[in-house]
């Protein structure tokens, strides 16, 4: 089990393959996030139907909401919510840094309130690991600290803390049908992302994450971090950049050795009303595709695609009807998809390299984040 | 085109076929509503997975946005759409009379301001008869006054008007490949809704709708509505019984020889968390249902009730996820077609009025309105 295989390699873009107990990972892969058990407004079917093979559903989010033993309890997460194929979770840490109500963070943990009702909880690195048992994903996470990354004092002492933390996960771990990977932080310095990448590396964990990018760094910040890192991790494992990214995020990515992406960014831009196209991002509700009878992307083949024009897609957002947000749902979320499918079949015959630059150029015009 | 022929006769009960350019309707049917050109929540292709074979769309929803030249424009609302089986709009007479923030009513139409931005519009006979033509749909309504079934000289005025406009109606319509039903009115007095039944039919209509029921009388006057007015109609035509309704509306309605039926309610409870069932409506936010297995309904085969745990849809209901509407749906417009098709068979097989009162006694728990 959690064994990878390299199936090609174009430059430093791999072509992989992950064995889970759900099935095998084909790498580089995109996986839509499932925040509270469901990708939002797409049904399991629908998600199987434009070629989903990992989905990310979020610690945080289930262990306050229905509650990680309900969940146990019903199986599983994969039986609870029905999804057949690989599932990943995050360890929580993100999250109740960023949506708790106030936390405090000691050396053995942090301590939050609820956003949902204020209730005070604690999350520790074994906390982390049993709530994820209960939730049962293929692919779980160490339980580590994001810093900001302007802020240098700060993210030696969460670097410290989630290397300490990352040793703690591994020793709780107990489930032998769950890959835990390592997360690599160190903000936007060099020195500590690879002191960081060559700790984490040294924990002998089945893939390896990076953490604390797509935070408020530049571009160029983010592909020099990656750039070191991936340089200091093991040629044979999966590399996971978490809660990346755009379209060009993923090119990028790729290109610099990284194997599984994950992001809120396809669904969220739906519900803005906001489409991915290879001739940049459109926002639908805007007047001028109000008698357009033509698809969001003509050379996409999403269901949206294939069924609907933009002026249907239109009215229906102008007419604040949820079937909008499905359908652009599945075309935004489609789009990666198909993007990273191509990606991959390019590093298996050895074109990606040289197609690299003109999907960067094509897809730039999405990069806008929300 | 439009020929209606009756398979089999049970009672008072009809198990018939109505051509119509996009297929032959098998009736009784029940029609869930997509007012906004979507049944809510839903996709065509899940429409069509539950057995949809009518859908009903709103005259003065798709008026008012996205505009009926626009629909035309996109080739009609099918296309527009994309619903392949057959389609029927109502006048618009009823929303103007039910949801436009201020209206005056004169012999010749209605004025009245639209309920989303307040502007100035004016619905006649003639008018509503050619935004219907633009829309396309394969029955279309005559323009009609529902009255206050308590207030008698509004029925006679309202019915008297109705009368005049189905004239109009019958004498503005162009299209061949739309079929215009009259719609009988009349309150809930006998002698009124006699002669408006008699009056209708000489109209010679392919097929008779009855308004005004089902808007706050008793269901004794309802049935006895029903009564008069099915007595009055010709055997050879489908009768259309609006806005009706909940099963046991539905039970009641073909063993008075209805023939079609459309309701907005099990979208509606969708989206307020309750889920037809054979043991009484289900209100799914219940925390009794927290760590319930089971589906939605044993009985029931759609996606939801086969995939998914009553404890997945609570969850869905308590997060605030937009899915739960969607597996609602899914569920509650299938179990009315479910219902409609079982009573169908029971038709051609000669055993619905043996049945019936089972049924009824079944689907009893669900027939509270929202």
Redesign the interface.
Known sequence: MFEFSIEAISGRARAGVFNTPHGKLLTPVFAPVGT???V??????QLQEIGTSLVLANTY?LYL??GAE?VR???GLHE???WPLPLLTDSGGFQVFSLAKTRSVDADGVTFKSHIDGSTHRFTPEASIAIQEHLGADIIMAFDECSDPNDHAYSVVAMQRTHAWAERCVHAKRRPDQALFGIVQGGVEPALRLQSAQFIASLDTPGIAVGGLSVGESKAEMHAMLDVVVAALPVDRPRYLMGVGTPEDLIDGIARGVDIFDCVLPTRLARHHSAFSAHGRLNLMNAQF??D?GPIDAACDC?TCE???R??V???I??K???A???LSIHNVRALIRLVDGIRASIVDATFEERAPAWLEQWRGNAVRL
Chains 1, 2 share one sequence.
């Not at 939002?40 to 079917?45: F, H, V, Y």
């Open positions: 509270q058990a469901t939002k407004t797409l049904t399991p079917r989010h909401r229905p309900l309890d019903m199986q609870f919510m029905q109000a008698r009878e269901y069924t609907f024009s002026a249907y239109r009215h229906l102008t007419a009807e949820l079937l947000a499905t359908l």
